[in-house]
Every structure is written in structure tokens, then in C-alpha cells.
């Protein structure tokens, strides 16, 4: 497998369940990103990590809240969420060179349905 | 000025055409910067990285003017496949953030 890779692809989940979104990456690449893409809006950055280490918080409510194992995985828990959150949800990674200057690579993103 | 404006039209234009996109930025600290294209309810994938005065692949060319804190992309000879929205990325320069900052899009639809 090459690439950024999430799972699911699709998810509906009531206001009180408890999911969690999977993204791995097969680059090499050394910070990984979550981003929201509500309908009709630009993309919103959620969380950075770099060298598994979260290094930005834009913040995001705490009923999201990440996770990265290693430098491969990154993980979003979701937890009480409220309809507002229904978005399109992409991982991305990159390296971080501290140049600040790496494309980002996107996997092709979690659906999410809030009922 | 917005950390990178776009406008999100849509621009409509036949096949053959050659049709521009400005996206223009306010971090003069800014290095280098990238074009990517999304398709709809896909995730964006890179198309053009631009790192000093431009750059050019096949049918679309990339420059950077850098008085004028703008970028453009330009695409000659229009195909339907090009449809799609075109999303300016801007690194964060020396703000002290760490990930690159998205425009809005430009959303383009070829006609046949």
C-alpha cells in the first residue's frame, strides 16, 4: 500500500456514541494533520503532529480529541458530538523538515453524519 | 487582507480555452507555495508547486509575483477533465505555525 489511507470511509453516529477515525500513511513522511472540510467551506486545520508530538491545536472542541501512536498512525476520537460536525474529515502528512515548505499529502477523507 | 483570498467564482469556459486564477496572500515571509485540485467530495491533491519566480508542466503554469503578493495558475487548452475547484496553499512563513493555510477555491467548469 502507497499513500494516506482512512478509515471508515463513511460513518453515522448518534449525538452520544463514541467513534474513532483511522489514518495511516506509507511515506516515510515525519507530521501527519487532521483537517475539516464543512460544505461550502475552505478546509479547516484541526490538529498537526510532528514527530508524533502534537504541535498545533486550532482550537478544536474537546470532543474531538487525537491521537498518534507513531509517526505512521494518527487516530481523531469522537465523542458527543453535536450535528454542526458532520464534515468531511481528511488526514494528511507531510515532512517536516522545519522548512515549513512540504506539500501535504491528503488520504481521501472520512464522511461523518451527525443524527 | 485575509491570509490568502481567492475568488471562488465559478468560471465558465468552453473547451480550447485558456482561462487564469489569482490567489493572492498576505505573509510576505512566505516561500513557497502550491496549487491543488479538488474534485468534488474528494480530497485535494497536489497539482503545482511554486518555489521561486514560476513554474510550468504541460498545460498549466504557475508564477509567483512576490512584490505584489499574488500567484497565479493558468491553464491553456482547457479539457472537461479539468473541472474541478483549484485551492491555493500558502506555508506559514515565519508565523510560528507549523501547516500550510488553504484559500476557499476557485471553482472551474469546462464546457464542452
Known amino acids: 500500500e502507497t499513500g494516506v489511507t482512512q478509515t471508515p470511509r463513511h460513518l453515522v453516529m448518534g449525538m452520544t456514541n463514541k467513534k474513532s477515525l483511522k489514518c495511516e500513511q506509507h511515506l516515510g513522511h515525519n507530521a501527519m494533520y487532521w483537517y475539516k472540510q464543512s460544505a461550502k467551506k475552505p478546509l479547516e486545520l484541526m490538529f498537526v503532529?510532528?514527530?508524533?508530538?502534537?504541535?498545533e491545536n486550532n482550537s478544536v472542541p474537546s470532543r474531538f480529541s487525537p491521537e498518534c501512536p507513531n509517526s505512521s498512525h494518527l487516530f481523531l476520537h469522537l465523542h458527543t458530538l453535536q450535528p454542526e460536525d458532520s464534515a468531511l474529515y481528511l488526514c494528511?502528512?507531510?515532512?517536516?523538515?522545519?522548512?515549513?515548505?512540504?506539500?501535504?499529502?491528503f488520504g481521501n477523507g472520512t464522511r461523518l453524519t451527525v443524527t | 487582507r485575509k491570509e490568502v483570498e481567492q475568488d471562488p467564482g465559478p468560471f465558465n469556459v468552453p473547451e480550447g480555452a485558456t482561462v487564469a486564477f489569482n490567489c493572492t496572500y498576505s505573509?510576505?515571509?512566505?516561500?513557497?507555495f502550491f496549487w491543488y485540485r479538488q474534485d468534488c467530495r474528494k480530497e485535494p491533491k497536489l497539482l503545482m508547486s511554486v518555489y521561486s519566480s514560476g513554474n510550468e508542466d504541460g498545460r498549466f503554469t504557475a508564477q509567483l509575483n512576490r512584490a505584489s503578493q499574488y500567484i497565479s495558475l493558468l491553464i491553456r487548452d482547457s479539457k472537461l477533465s479539468d473541472s474541478a475547484t483549484y485551492l491555493c496553499v500558502v506555508p506559514p512563513g515565519h508565523t510560528g505555525r507549523r501547516a500550510l493555510t488553504f484559500g476557499s477555491g476557485t471553482r472551474l467548469q469546462v464546457q464542452p
Open positions: 505573509n510576505s515571509a512566505s516561500q513557497s
Open positions: 494528511a502528512s507531510s515532512q517536516d523538515s522545519g522548512l515549513r515548505n512540504s506539500p501535504l499529502h
Open positions: 503532529y510532528s514527530l508524533e508530538e502534537r504541535v
